[in-house]
């Protein structure tokens, strides 16, 4: 069984920092897309990163690029979102997710597997 366990949110203001992490277990992820999507109250869940399990490659929204990164620790089975210079409208549930393909298209059109999010707060 997938479990994918985020840490890391809190309350921070804006253009402060902070990272999120997500422990994955209960697979072998290998060729796998690993991520970060973020809701807010009202709006559908948006895709915010990406990167595939061995780090070769990342993909990012447009409206993160240059502030966030995206990275895994494969000895840990764990996957990073480093947030720089954080917004107020970065305010929002941040979910992990997996896709077991090796496609960056497929990881936006929804994950396989997801945690069960972690809550980030910019004040201005």
């Known amino acids: 069984q997938v479990q994918l366990v985020e840490s890391g949110g809190g309350l921070v203001q804006a253009g402060d920092s902070l990272r999120l992490s997500c422990a994955a277990s209960?697979?072998?992820?290998?060729?796998?897309?690993m991520g970060w999507f973020r809701q807010t109250p009202g709006k559908e869940r948006e895709f915010v990163a990406a990167?595939?399990?061995?780090?070769?490659?990342?993909n990012y929204a447009d409206s993160v690029k240059g502030r966030f990164t995206v990275s895994t620790d494969n000895a840990k089975n764990t996957v990073y979102l480093q947030m720089n210079l954080l917004k107020p409208e970065d305010t929002a549930v941040y979910y992990c997710?997996?896709?077991?393909?090796?496609?960056?298209?497929?990881?936006?059109?929804?994950?396989?597997?997801w945690g069960q999010g972690t809550q980030v707060t910019v004040s201005s």
């Open positions: 997710g997996v896709h077991t393909k090796p496609s960056h298209a497929l990881f936006r059109l929804g994950p396989d597997y």
């Open positions: 209960g697979r072998t992820f290998s060729n796998s897309i």
């Open positions: 990167v595939s399990w061995s780090g070769g490659t990342t």
